[in-house]
């Protein structure tokens, strides 16, 4: 029932900006084959895994602790290593020139068999489910369903799958303790449009809907097995001049490893952001 989504939606959009999709269209089975080939990725050598480290396309691995997202109250970075996979753009086609565009690092064949199949799926699938909920989106703002499928919106989006794995206390003892400064993830907004999270069953998430409350109250995202939390990004909320909400997130581990894969949308390099003609008015003109 379209109608009942979209006031569901407008509603989580306007109070947290995060909320859940169920029936997605993306099977368990492969969902379950995606997070055992992420497993497979970071249990490899250290030696290997550095043989992929993130190139300047912002391609490949990222250490543990080679992120800080919220450096004035992290004494470390991040207790996460990640594998960032984009939009596959051959090295000599034009558009590989632009940002966020360009061929992918790849695990060899020999080493992880059909991780690049796997993952390439992923992506695919995901950017489906994305734009299906843009279209949710865009009914909630009020706006065409295919607004946001333009070409030079989602149609030719940046879509990054990030591939995240938060390191279990066996290895290295680590219980965040956001006293003293030692996160998972640190607080953060994501700065796009939209992102869908598929995460395992280790609880972890936490959002904080008034950032600017004095303390700042914190509560705790559950996993849905099977289903993707979404949240909306910074670019979204000034798009809609503030209507909708970008929330502070962070990652907060109780000693379990957690295993999460993250899926970044934004439009494409030739979208203009300016404020929705159907999210100003005489009383809210356009920040």
């Known amino acids: 029932d379209i109608q009942r989504s979209v006031a569901l939606l407008k509603q989580a959009c306007l109070d947290s900006g995060f909320f859940y999709v169920l029936d997605h269209g993306i099977s368990q089975e492969f969902m379950d084959e995606v997070f055992a080939e992420s497993k497979k990725f970071f249990e490899l050598p250290n030696s290997e895994k550095m043989k992929l480290l993130r190139n300047e396309k912002n391609r490949g691995y990222t250490p543990m602790l080679d992120e800080i997202l919220d450096p004035e109250n992290q004494v470390n970075g991040d207790y996460k290593e990640g594998y960032y996979i984009g939009v596959e753009v051959p090295a000599d086609d034009p558009q590989s020139n632009r940002p966020f565009y360009g061929p992918n690092q790849w695990p060899s064949e020999e080493v992880l068999p059909k991780w690049r199949e796997v993952m390439e799926q992923y992506h695919r699938e995901a950017l489906r489910v994305a734009k299906s909920v843009a279209r949710i989106i865009a009914l909630a703002l009020n706006l065409d369903a295919d607004f946001f499928d333009r070409p030079e919106m989602l149609g030719d989006s940046i879509a990054t799958l990030r591939l995240l794995h938060y390191e279990g206390g066996q290895k290295t003892g680590q219980v965040s303790n956001p006293s003293e400064g030692v996160y998972g993830a640190g607080a953060h907004s994501d700065y796009g449009l939209i992102t869908l999270l598929a995460t395992d069953d280790v609880v972890g998430l936490q959002i904080c ?32 001049n503030s209507i909708f909400r970008s929330t502070l997130h962070r990652v907060v581990l109780d000693g379990r490893e957690r295993y999460s894969i993250a899926f970044f949308v934004e439009p494409s390099h030739d979208c203009v952001v300016e404020c929705l003609p159907t999210c100003k008015s005489e009383t809210n003109p356009p920040k």
Not at 210 to 235: C, H, S, T
């Open 209 to 240: 809907k008034d950032r600017n409350a004095q303390p700042q109250v914190w509560e705790y995202v559950a996993p849905v097995k099977g289903g993707f939390i979404v949240n909306l990004g910074d670019m979204l909320e000034r798009w809609s």
